[in-house]
C-alpha cells in the first residue's frame, strides 16, 4: 500500500497530544483527558470516523508524553493535574460503546460531572500562604554546627585534653567524627532516595526499615533528643549558677540553683520553638554568630601575650614544651580512662540531625541533607581539633591561680611541673591536689585564655541554647510525625500541627523535670546510648537497603558503602557497650519491646521498606533452592489448590483446607470468572478484597483469579499454571455440584471433566459435600454463568455484572462447623481402596489440629466374613507401620451384598434423564442424538459394562448411614470413572448417591497413586 505524502494529506503536528488547560487558561478537565478526547484525540477535534481512511497513520493516539504529575501523590495550586491514559484506552476497540472510568491519579479536585459552581469558586480561592522553607546553609549546615558545638566544647573539651592528652583527644574527636560521618553518608544515601517529608530520622528508617524498626527507633529517638535539651540546658544552668556565685549570688544552694535556671530556660526556649520555625531560625542565625566571635575571642587570646594573672592560672601562650607534656594522657579520678572519656565527648558529636529532623521544613532535603550534615561534620570536627591543640599548646594540667606562687631567680631543684620553666612553682597544690586552675581542673579554661572573657560566656549561652533549642525542635517534629502514622496507641492528639508550618503541639513538662537530675556527667553517658541506637539503625537501614538490590533502591547520593555503613553500624554496638553497658540493654531492651509490639499489631501500612524487599529475596532464593531438592515421600506435602470462588463465598470449604494446610504446605484459593477480559473484570478477578477477607479470617493461604470463556479452561489454566517451582498444588480441592440434574448436561459434562483433567494431570482430588451447602454468598441468576446456576454447592462462577464496583468493606466472616471444637467425636475413615496413601493423611493432618485432637479416627475396610480377624490384623500392622496414631479398625464385609432394591430404583430414576432412548419414534423430523454428539447420555451398554460399580455405591451409601451417622467428618475413596467407558452423568451419579443424605460432612479422596505415606526412614 502506498502512503500518503505527509505534506498533502497528514499533518503530524495535528496529533500533537494536548495538555489539560490550566485554571489561568481555561476550564480544566477533572483529568488529563475529558470524555470526548476519548475518541476525538486529534489536534484539531476532529474524530477518527470523520477522516479518510489514509489519515490513520499511527499518530492518532491518547499517548501522553512524559510529566512530573503522572508520578506525584500531591497537586500543584492553580492547575489540574494530568492524568496518564490507562491501558484499556490505549488498546481498546475505539468502537466499543463499554467506555471505561478514565483512570484517575487526582488526590483531590472534582470529579467530571459534579457541580461547576463549586470548581468555579475553587479556582477563585487564593493560594494557600507558602510555609517559610530553608536551604541547606541555614537549614541543615548552620543547625547541625550549632547542635554540635554544644556545652561540652566549653565546659568539657579542656577537662577531656587534659585527662587524654592531645593525642588521644583527637583519636576521640576523629573517633567521633568517624562514626557520625558514616551514619552522615548513610543518611544522605536514604535522604536522597524520594521524596523527603517531614519527621526527620524517624521518616527515613521508617520508610526505609518500616515500621517496625521506624516506630521503636522514633520514639527512642524523640526522648533522646529530649534527655539533649536538658543535657544542654543543665550546661547554660551551670555556666549562670558559676557567674552568679562568682559575684555573691545563690538563690538556694548550687544544685538547687542549676535546676530553678533550668526550668526557666527551657521554658523561655519552648516559647521561641512554639513562634514557629522563621522565628526559630533567625534565633539559630543569631546564636551562630554569637559562637564566631567567641571562636574569634579564644584564638586572638592564645596569641597575645600571657599577663601575670592568666599565668597565674596556667596560661603561658604557645609554647612547645607544653604541647608535648599535654600530648600524652594523665588519667585522674574515677573516669579517667579512654571510653570515660568517650562517653563524656560523643554526646558532643550527635548533632548531625539536627538538619534531617526538619526535613518538611527544608527547600529541598535531597540536596540539603547531605551537603549541609557533612559540611557540619567537616568543619565542627576541624574546630574541635583546633581548640584541643590550642588549649594544650598553651595551659598546664595544674595551676594555682596565686600570684605569690613565683619563683626566685633560680629555680629550685624541688620545684614540680613544667610551670617552673616559666617561672612559676605550683608544687604545693600539685603534691596535696589542691590546684584549682589549669585545664585538668578548671572547666572555664576557654574563658580564661579568651581575649575577652565574656564573649567565652556569651558562646557558652548561645552554644548551649542553639543546641537545647534545635533538640527542642526536633523531638516534637520527631514524635509528631510519628503520631500521625498511628503506629502506637493513645498518642494520636500529639500528631495534631498549627500554622503554616504544621508545628507540632508540645508538653513542656516533659522537659522541664529532667532538669532536675543537674548533673551533666551523668546525663551524658545515657544520651549517649539513645543517640548511637538510632545511628546504629541508620547505618543499617541503608546497608539492608543496598543489600536487598532492590530496584526502589536508587539514592542519587553515591559516595556511600554499604559495608561502611554495616561497619559503622557494628561500631555503634560495640561503643553501646564499652560505654554503659546497663544503659545499652535497656536501650535494646525498649527496641525490642516496641519491636514486638508493632509486629504483634501489624499496623496497615506500606511503605516499600526495605524488609519487604529483602523478604522477597528470601523466599525467591528458597524457592529457586528447591530446584536442586528432590521429591521424597517423607517430605510429602498436600498442596491445595481449592476451588472456593470468591473464598468469602465458601468459608467451609476454606476452613476445612486450612485445618491440613494451615503452617505445613500451600493452598491456593482459585476463582473463575467466565466473561470477556475487561478492565472491570480483570479488577475483579484479582481483586486485594479476597486476600483481605483470608487475612481477617487468619487463614494462611494465596488467591489467584484468572478470566476464561468458560469455568474448566479456566480451571485447566490454574491445573497448569499455578505455583512457583516446586511450590505449586498437587491435590485439586472442590465443592460437590449438587444441582447436577435440575442443571443442563453440558454442566454436568464440565463438571467431570475438571476431575478428569486433574487426574491427567496427576492431580489428586478431594470433593467436599455438606448437607446445608458451601455456597453463602447466594448470587442471582444475572450473575451466576448459565452452565452452573444451580444449587448453592456448584462452582459458581462470576459474570462480569457481578461486584464490579470494589469496595474497601469485607465480606461478613460467617463461622462454619470446621472452626468448632469437635470434642470426643469420631473421623469415619472408609479406606476402600488404596491411592497411595492421601485417604489415610488427611485425617492424620487433621488431628494434629487442636480442634479435631480428641477426635477419633476410625478405619473401615472392605473384608470377607471367614478372614475378618486376619484381615484387620493385617490392616493394623500396616497402619502401625505408618506411625499414624490410628488404632480403631473395621473391617466390612457387607460392602459386597448387593443394595436394597428400593435404593437401586433410585438410582435408576436418578440416572433415567440420561439414558440414551434405543427406540426412537420412527415419525421424528430429525433422527435421535448420538453419544458422540452428546457424550454425557447414558446407553445401555454403559449401564451393563459399569452395573457392578455402580451396586458398590448404593451399597456403600447404605453402610455409611448404618455406621456414620453420627460422625464428625466422614472421609471415603472416591471412586473413579474410566474415560470413554463411564459417562459423566453416570460417574456423577455415582459420587452423588455415594454421599446422599448424610448429616456430616463428606468428603471424597482420591490420590494420585503415588505412594504419600511411607514405613522407611531413607
Not at 524523640?222 to 551551670?238: P, R
Not at 612547645?320 to 600524652?328: K, R, T, V, Y
Amino acid at each position: 500500500m502506498e502512503l500518503p505524502v505527509g505534506s498533502d494529506s497528514v499533518h503530524l503536528a495535528a496529533y500533537r497530544p494536548r495538555p489539560p488547560l490550566s485554571v489561568a487558561n481555561g476550564k480544566a478537565t477533572s483529568g488529563g483527558y475529558d470524555e470526548s478526547g476519548y475518541y476525538k484525540c486529534y489536534g484539531d477535534g476532529s474524530s477518527v470516523t470523520s477522516r479518510g481512511s489514509d489519515a490513520l497513520t499511527g499518530y492518532e493516539t491518547l499517548d501522553a508524553p512524559p510529566h512530573y504529575d503522572f508520578y506525584a501523590n500531591t497537586e500543584v495550586w492553580g492547575r489540574r493535574r494530568r492524568s496518564r491514559p490507562s491501558l484499556y484506552q490505549l488498546h481498546a476497540n475505539p468502537e466499543d460503546d463499554s467506555k471505561p472510568p478514565l483512570y484517575e491519579e487526582t488526590t483531590g479536585g472534582q470529579m467530571e460531572g459534579g457541580d461547576s459552581s463549586e470548581e468555579d469558586e475553587e479556582e477563585q480561592k487564593e493560594p494557600p500562604p507558602e510555609p517559610t522553607r530553608f536551604g541547606w546553609v541555614q537549614g541543615v549546615m548552620i543547625r547541625c554546627m550549632l547542635n554540635i558545638w554544644g556545652v561540652i566544647l566549653y565546659l568539657r573539651l579542656t577537662w577531656i585534653t587534659a585527662q587524654a592528652g592531645i593525642g588521644l583527644t583527637w583519636v576521640i574527636i576523629l573517633l567521633s567524627s568517624f562514626i557520625t560521618g558514616i551514619t552522615g553518608l548513610s543518611t544522605s544515601a536514604i535522604a536522597t532516595n524520594g521524596k523527603v517529608k517531614g519527621g526527620g530520622t524517624y521518616f527515613l528508617i521508617s520508610r526505609s526499615l518500616g515500621p517496625e524498626l521506624g516506630g521503636s527507633i522514633g520514639l527512642i529517638f524523640a526522648f533522646a533528643n529530649a534527655v539533649a535539651v536538658a543535657m544542654h540546658t543543665v550546661g547554660f544552668a551551670e555556666t549562670v549558677s558559676d557567674l552568679m556565685r562568682e559575684n555573691g549570688v545563690v538563690m538556694v544552694d548550687r544544685t538547687n540553683d542549676i535546676r530553678i535556671i533550668g526550668i526557666i530556660t527551657v521554658t523561655c526556649l519552648l516559647g521561641v520553638s512554639m513562634a514557629g520555625m522563621a522565628w526559630e531560625s533567625k534565633a539559630q542565625v543569631l546564636f551562630f554568630l554569637v559562637i564566631m566571635v567567641s571562636f574569634a575571642s579564644y584564638i586572638v587570646g592564645t596569641i597575645l601575650p600571657a599577663s601575670p594573672e592568666k599565668q597565674a592560672k596556667g596560661f603561658f601562650s604557645y609554647k612547645a614544651d607544653i604541647f608535648a607534656e599535654n600530648f600524652l594522657p594523665s588519667w585522674r579520678g574515677p573516669e579517667g580512662n579512654f571510653f570515660g572519656m568517650f562517653s563524656i565527648f560523643f554526646p558532643s558529636a550527635t548533632g548531625i540531625l539536627a538538619g534531617a529532623n526538619i526535613s518538611g521544613d527544608l527547600k529541598n532535603p535531597t540536596v540539603a541533607i547531605p551537603r549541609g550534615t557533612l559540611m557540619a561534620i567537616f568543619w565542627t570536627t576541624m574546630s574541635y581539633i583546633i581548640i584541643c591543640a590550642t588549649i594544650g599548646s598553651c595551659v598546664v594540667r595544674d595551676a594555682s591561680g596565686l600570684l605569690n606562687d613565683t619563683l626566685s631567680l633560680s629555680p629550685s631543684e624541688d620545684c614540680v611541673g613544667l610551670a617552673c620553666q616559666y617561672g612559676w612553682d605550683f608544687t604545693e597544690c600539685i603534691n596535696n591536689n589542691t590546684c584549682t586552675y589549669g585545664i585538668s581542673n578548671y572547666y572555664q579554661s576557654m574563658s580564661m585564655v579568651s581575649a575577652l572573657a565574656p564573649l567565652i560566656t556569651a558562646g557558652i549561652f548561645g552554644a548551649t541554647l542553639s543546641s537545647a533549642l534545635a533538640c527542642l525542635v526536633s523531638a516534637p517534629k520527631v514524635f509528631q510525625c510519628l503520631c500521625k502514622d498511628k503506629l502506637y496507641p493513645l498518642i494520636g492528639f500529639f500528631g495534631k500541627g498549627y500554622g503554616k508550618n504544621d508545628e507540632p503541639t508540645s508538653d513542656p513538662s516533659e522537659w522541664k523535670w529532667e532538669c532536675l537530675l543537674a548533673e551533666l556527667n551523668t546525663i551524658a553517658p545515657i544520651i549517649s546510648n539513645f543517640f548511637l541506637c538510632s545511628y546504629t539503625l541508620i547505618n543499617f537501614s541503608c546497608f539492608h537497603a543496598s543489600i536487598t538490590n532492590s530496584p526502589g533502591w536508587r539514592p542519587s547520593f553515591r559516595f556511600y558503602s554499604k559495608w561502611l555503613s554495616l561497619l559503622g553500624a557494628v561500631c555503634c554496638v560495640v561503643i553501646m557497650f564499652l560505654l554503659t553497658w546497663w544503659a545499652a540493654l535497656i536501650a535494646f531492651g525498649v527496641v525490642f519491646l516496641l519491636l514486638g509490639y508493632t509486629l504483634y499489631k501489624k499496623p496497615a501500612v506500606n511503605w516499600g521498606s526495605s524488609v519487604q524487599a529483602s523478604s522477597y529475596n528470601i523466599a525467591l532464593n528458597q524457592c529457586v533452592g528447591l530446584n536442586h531438592v528432590e521429591d521424597h515421600v517423607k517430605n510429602y506435602r498436600p498442596q491445595c489448590l481449592v476451588l472456593t470462588g470468591p473464598p468469602s463465598s465458601r468459608p467451609a470449604l476454606v476452613d476445612l483446607v486450612s485445618c491440613f494446610t494451615k503452617s505445613l504446605s500451600l493452598m491456593m484459593c482459585a476463582n473463575v470468572i467466565t466473561t470477556g477480559p475487561s478492565p472491570s473484570v480483570v479488577e475483579n478477578a484479582s481483586s486485594e478484597s479476597h486476600i483481605a477477607w483470608l487475612n481477617k479470617r487468619k487463614l494462611k493461604s494465596f488467591y489467584r483469579g484468572v478470566v476464561a470463556t468458560e469455568l474448566r479452561s479456566g480451571v485447566n489454566m490454574l491445573l497448569q499454571g499455578a505455583g512457583l517451582g516446586r511450590i505449586k498444588p498437587n491435590v485439586l480441592l472442590m465443592g460437590f455440584k449438587r444441582d447436577w440434574r435440575s442443571d443442563t448436561p453440558q454442566a454436568a459434562h464440565s463438571y467431570i471433566g475438571i476431575l478428569h483433567d486433574a487426574f491427567d494431570l496427576q492431580y489428586g482430588v478431594c470433593v467436599l459435600r455438606m448437607r446445608e451447602g458451601l455456597d453463602v454468598s447466594h448470587p442471582s441468576q444475572s450473575h451466576v454463568n448459565a452452565a452452573f446456576d444451580g444449587g448453592p454447592e456448584s462452582i459458581t462462577t462470576i459474570s462480569a455484572a457481578h461486584r464490579i464496583t470494589t469496595s474497601t468493606t469485607l465480606e461478613p466472616q460467617p463461622s462454619t462447623v470446621f472452626q468448632k471444637k469437635q470434642g470426643k467425636s469420631t473421623i469415619d475413615v472408609y479406606w476402600l481402596s488404596d491411592d497411595g496413601g492421601l485417604t489415610l493423611l488427611l485425617p492424620y493432618l487433621l488431628t494434629r489440629r487442636k480442634r479435631w485432637a480428641k477426635c477419633k479416627v476410625r478405619v473401615f475396610v472392605g473384608g470377607e466374613t471367614d478372614k475378618k480377624e486376619e484381615q484387620k490384623e493385617e490392616v493394623l500392622a500396616l497402619i502401625k507401620k505408618f506411625r499414624l496414631g490410628f488404632h480403631d479398625v473395621e473391617v466390612l464385609p457387607d460392602i459386597y451384598q448387593n443394595p436394597k432394591p428400593e435404593n437401586v430404583h433410585q438410582f435408576e430414576n436418578m440416572v433415567g434423564r440420561f439414558r440414551l432412548d434405543t427406540n426412537p419414534k420412527q415419525d421424528s423430523d430429525s433422527g435421535p442424538p448420538t453419544q458422540q454428539e452428546e457424550p454425557w447420555m447414558i446407553t445401555e451398554q454403559d449401564l451393563e459394562r459399569n452395573k457392578a460399580k455402580s451396586l458398590r455405591q448404593i451399597r456403600l451409601n447404605e453402610v455409611l448411614q448404618d455406621y456414620s451417622r453420627e460422625a464428625a467428618l466422614i472421609i471415603i475413596t472416591m471412586p473413579v470413572g474410566r474415560r470413554g467407558a463411564c459417562p459423566s452423568t453416570l460417574y456423577l451419579a455415582w459420587l452423588d448417591f455415594l454421599s446422599r443424605d448424610l448429616r456430616p460432612p463428606v468428603l471424597l479422596v482420591r490420590g494420585n497413586q503415588e505412594n504419600v505415606l511411607t514405613f522407611y526412614c531413607q
